[in-house]
């Protein structure tokens, strides 16, 4: 254990003095707070009360208090959190923020990841990922939680939440960032408002070194979407907990979410505020053992899936309608993934392996022999966009790239050459931008596995740009089906976490 780490019963038993800061060492005003904001640590009740005005955290700069102290190494830093009642005569904002963070710098415009429980009861994991950039978050719609604590692991920060006093436990907002060390943790508080100050009551703070994780680990899934505007990337949690699913795929009236799950596809209910209903099965008829491929057809009234026929070994490509029910096979051959429907649902494109080759084919819709598009190197992942052509994954350069080609295969050319092998190119609906899952290069160059760090990288089609969407513990399951929102706002996503048994 380094030195400087965690040293809360030696701590405690130091004089409550003038600049006594309990398990942190000073405070400061990130940003712009007038009044200056303050932070006072009662050694009685072994409590630390904050006070701060600041417009928010949030955008490409902050304004708040920040009690801290400079640290390195992984951490678990756990406290209770209450706002007191308000001392002005006006209503409280309702995004005001308590803080549990990690900061590269005390710069307005640093990189940090924090757990910031807001005044209206939503909870966030909020970052930015690089100086100078726009903040994004995870966010949870749930009661205002009594406990928040922020772990550290390497590069994986992972929010754990207690909302009435039960077991901290994960909810599934989990980001990867890097910090140099040293670098700043602490407490903070914002209140949302440039003209008001606010005062939040951080109790039962601890500062400790996680337990190194051993034994049986069991993954955790947790679906999100998250919203593609660069000026708030914000993701929600639909769902999260133990097990493996994959491959989310938005119902035609954004009211729901299909996912897979030990061979069964299911459907989960979309809320208002946000959040994921109680998950009903999706019938396939007689079809079983389905992977995570699948998707609606363009007029919303049939469901692809890939699944086993009865008494066959490999999943083929079925229809059912899109309420779920009896399948019909529409391939024949021995491992078939459905990966897209053409604009018009004549035609089915998808990914066969016959004698270990991996390549493209389409089938129509309505039944008949299917077409060999591909025959070099590996191919996947291949999905219509409005205009008709053909977007997919393929490492006949090398390294597994995004290319495009026509609707029967012909004229093929290279669309990302960069530092990353790229998979499962997803063309949104109105045909403005690609999706595409990014591994770092070497690690997906013949395959795409689960439980690495990945980026989803969001691309214009009209010139070319790409940006980071999110990073996270993601590659096999995270975006296989097709994961665009009907209108073209939102993306769904899974990512995974090995953690001890629940």
């Known amino acids: 254990m380094r030195a400087s780490f965690f040293l809360a019963a030696l701590l405690a038993t130091a004089p409550a003095a003038a600049g006594d800061f309990g398990l942190f060492e000073s405070q400061s005003d990130v940003g712009s707070v007038s009044p200056p904001g303050s932070a006072i640590y009662d050694k009685a009740t072994q409590s630390y009360t904050l006070t701060s005005a600041g417009a928010n955290l949030w955008g490409k700069e902050d304004a708040f208090h920040f009690l801290w102290k400079k640290a390195s190494g992984d951490f678990l830093l756990t406290a209770d959190i209450a706002f007191p009642s308000a001392s002005y005569a006006h209503a409280p904002n309702p995004h005001r923020k308590a803080l549990l963070m990690i900061r590269q710098d005390l710069d307005a415009d640093s990189t940090y990841v924090d757990a910031a429980p807001h005044g209206v009861g939503l909870t966030a994991l909020q970052y930015r990922p690089e100086k100078g950039g726009v903040t994004q978050d995870i966010e949870l719609n749930i009661t205002f939680p009594k406990t928040v604590q922020l772990e550290k692991r390497g590069d994986v920060l992972t929010l754990y939440v207690s909302e009435h006093g039960e077991a901290l436990h994960p909810v599934g907002a989990i980001i990867t960032q890097h910090f140099t060390e040293p670098f700043y943790l602490g407490l903070g508080l914002t209140a949302h408002d440039a003209a008001t100050t606010d005062k939040v009551v951080f109790s039962h703070v601890r500062l400790e070194q996680p337990v190194p994780l051993s034994g049986t680990l069991t993954t955790w899934s947790t679906l999100q979407v998250i919203k593609i505007d660069e000026g708030a990337p914000t993701a929600t949690v639909i769902e999260s907990r133990p097990g493996i699913y994959e491959s ?89 993934f459905f990966h897209g429907w053409s604009p018009d649902g004549s035609s089915i494109t998808f990914t066969s392996i016959v004698g270990g080759h991996e390549d493209i084919y ?67 609906p109105d045909g403005k931008w690609l999706v595409m899952l990014s591994y770092e290069k070497g690690v997906a160059t013949t395959g795409h596995p689960m ?48 953690l001890p048994n629940p």
């Open 248 to 336: 989310p795929n938005f119902a035609p009236d954004m009211k729901s979410i299909l996912i897979n799950e030990n061979g069964r596809v299911f459907r989960i209910p979309l809320l208002d505020p946000l959040t994921g209903g109680t998950r009903q099965e999706f019938s396939t008829g007689d079809a079983s053992g389905c992977w995570g491929e699948h998707g609606f057809s363009p007029d919303g009234k049939a469901y692809a899936v890939s699944c086993k026929a009865p008494g066959a070994s490999g999943p083929d490509v079925h229809i059912v309608p899109a309420s779920g029910g009896m399948a019909r096979r529409i391939t024949q051959q021995p491992i078939s």
């Open 451 to 498: 439980n690495k760090p990945v980026t989803l990288r969001l691309r214009s089609l009209a010139d070319g740009k790409t940006r980071v969407l999110v990073r996270l513990i993601g590659g096999q399951g995270t975006v296989d089906s097709p994961c665009w929102s009907p209108d073209s706002t939102l993306i769904g996503f899974v990512s995974y976490q090995d």
């Open 362 to 428: 389409t089938v129509p819709a309505a039944g008949g022999p299917a077409r060999r598009l591909t025959s070099e190197a590996l191919n996947d992942g291949a999905e219509f966009a409005p205009d008709g052509t053909l977007y997919f994954n393929s490492n006949r350069s090398g390294s597994m790239q995004i290319w495009r080609m026509h609707a029967d295969g012909t004229q093929a050319e290279q669309i990302t050459n960069d530092a990353f092998d790229n998979w499962y190119p997803h063309i949104s």
